[in-house]
């Protein structure tokens, strides 16, 4: 007699943030963000065009929230 197999668990990877974001002005991916938490600044810079932004963030925010901010400003032009 055999015994009864286990059920093989199948775990998926958390899904990672990029380093590097799509521009949304010249739409390649060479957007930096470089966060300063102590004075509360996040630097957005492109390394393809000439987009470069400064946004004030909060002591939680992730890169990803500050790229977010530079995309609302720049397609509410």
Known sequence: MGRR???Q?????KP???EFFICPVCGRQ??????????QKAYVKCAYC??????S??????PVD???KVVDKVSGQ
């Open 30 to 39: 060479g957007v930096m963000v470089t966060m300063d938490k102590k004075k």
């Open 16 to 18: 990672k943030i990029p």
């Open 50 to 55: 000439d987009l470069e932004e400064e946004v």
């Open 9 to 13: 668990i199948i775990r998926k990877p």
């Open 5 to 7: 197999r286990r059920r």
């Open 66 to 68: 500050a790229y977010a």
């Open 57 to 62: 963030i909060k002591p939680r925010y992730e």
